[in-house]
């Protein structure tokens, strides 16, 4: 029994020495204060700041349920929504190997993406440096920092689930591309009035009044007398166009003057919204084709853009928008009226 003792302790002692040095940072295991970098609750982050090696920021604040870039344009929901899936389903893919972690370091130091992450209170959670893929672009390099331990020794290699590629790109810092570019989000069709002008075809400008579920009317332009026989089918699904609708982004790649001249031109259409809390304008404009572009027919030169056309809102702003999205508002009065009803 005394012999099985000093066994026992010194087997204990052995034990107690591996579960030390397993975490140690030796390349081939994982310390939890380096490779911590999950937020497993992320509606409680309220602020997140991206910095790049060019010396370039943005802040991104939650504000009454949706996110500011900058405190000063609302942040694209899809661009916010991927950051958030991604730190909280950020994984460590594998350890740098001891021997690359000088060079892994001497280029992230060069070239890493700062992402600090704050909770609602602005309290400062974690941070994250981001740097390169890897040369199989199957996952990134990244560092992290954190309150309770600092910043960690060696990087790691780091992937999301679900996804198998490089994060970097994720984190920009040009203000332009974090613009939300939603413009109309009439999900429950909370809408009163759509008024809708073609300058150049007064006759096929119209008015729509929405009381809600069936109470709709229609109105020429500048008349204050409804039809009293339309496709109300057809204007129901006209009117689901102002569900979601979007920009495409505002690089125009125009100088300011080019952007003035396009402006001072007549649009081809005009979109009025009234709803309970606001009125919004939209102006849309035929864009010239880039060059070598043809009609359906391969071989006729376009005269406009077949793809996208030019836009502005309330903000006085222009824009480019996807022809797709928006030719679809371009119905004219005559499509709701039809000869055929009773």
């Known amino acids: 029994m005394k012999k099985i003792l000093p066994f ?5 002692a052995i034990a107690a020495v591996a579960f030390y040095m397993s975490g140690k940072n030796t390349g081939t295991t994982s310390r939890v204060d380096q490779t911590d970098f999950a937020v497993k609750d992320t509606s409680q982050i309220g602020k997140i700041f991206i910095a790049d090696a060019k010396g370039r920021t943005i802040t991104l604040t939650r504000e009454n349920g949706f996110w500011m870039a900058d405190n000063t344009y609302r942040a694209r929901p899809d661009a916010i ?8 389903n950020v994984y460590v893919q594998r350890p740098v190997p001891k021997a690359g972690r000088e060079q892994v370091n001497r280029v992230m130091s060069g070239s890493a993406k700062k992402v ?17 893929g890897t040369m199989d672009k199957k996952g990134t390099y990244m560092l992290l920092e954190t309150p309770q331990y600092g910043k960690a020794e060696a990087p790691y290699v780091m992937d999301k689930k679900g996804f198998l590629g490089m994060l970097d790109t994720r984190f920009f810092t040009d203000l332009d591309e974090w613009r939300s570019v939603r413009l109309l989000e009439y999900e429950d069709m909370d809408l009163n009035e759509i008024h809708v002008s073609y300058p150049t075809d007064e006759a ?11 109470d709709i009317q229609l109105f020429a332009k500048g008349s204050d007398r409804p039809f009293p026989v339309f496709d109300t089918s057809l204007v129901k699904d006209y009117m689901l166009n102002f569900k979601l609708a979007s920009f495409e982004n505002f690089k125009t790649g125009l100088t300011p003057a080019q952007q003035d001249s396009v402006m001072m031109n007549t649009p081809y259409q005009i979109i009025r919204i009234v709803d309970d809390n606001r009125e919004r304008l939209i102006k849309l404009w035929s864009k010239a084709p880039p060059p070598g572009q043809f009609e359906m ?14 836009a502005v809102a309330e ?28």
Not at 81 to 88: A, D, E, G, H, S
Not at 125 to 131: I, N, R, S
Not at 204 to 213: D, H, L, N, T
Request: proline share 5%; hydrophobic share 40%; charged share 25%.
């Open 81 to 88: 929504r991927v950051l958030l899936i991604t730190f909280k």
């Open 8 to 12: 026992a302790i010194v087997v204990l």
């Open 204 to 214: 096929a400008s119209f008015s729509i009044k929405y009381g809600g579920g069936n």
């Open 315 to 342: 903000d006085g702003e222009l824009a480019l928008a996807q022809r797709l999205v928006w030719d679809p508002f371009r119905a004219p009065l005559q499509a709701f009226i039809r000869d055929d009803l009773p």
């Open 116 to 132: 600090e992450i704050y909770d609602l209170d602005g309290e400062w959670l974690k941070t994250w440096y981001v740097g390169h």
């Open 297 to 310: 027919d391969g071989s006729t030169p376009s005269t406009v853009d077949r793809e996208r056309i030019y």
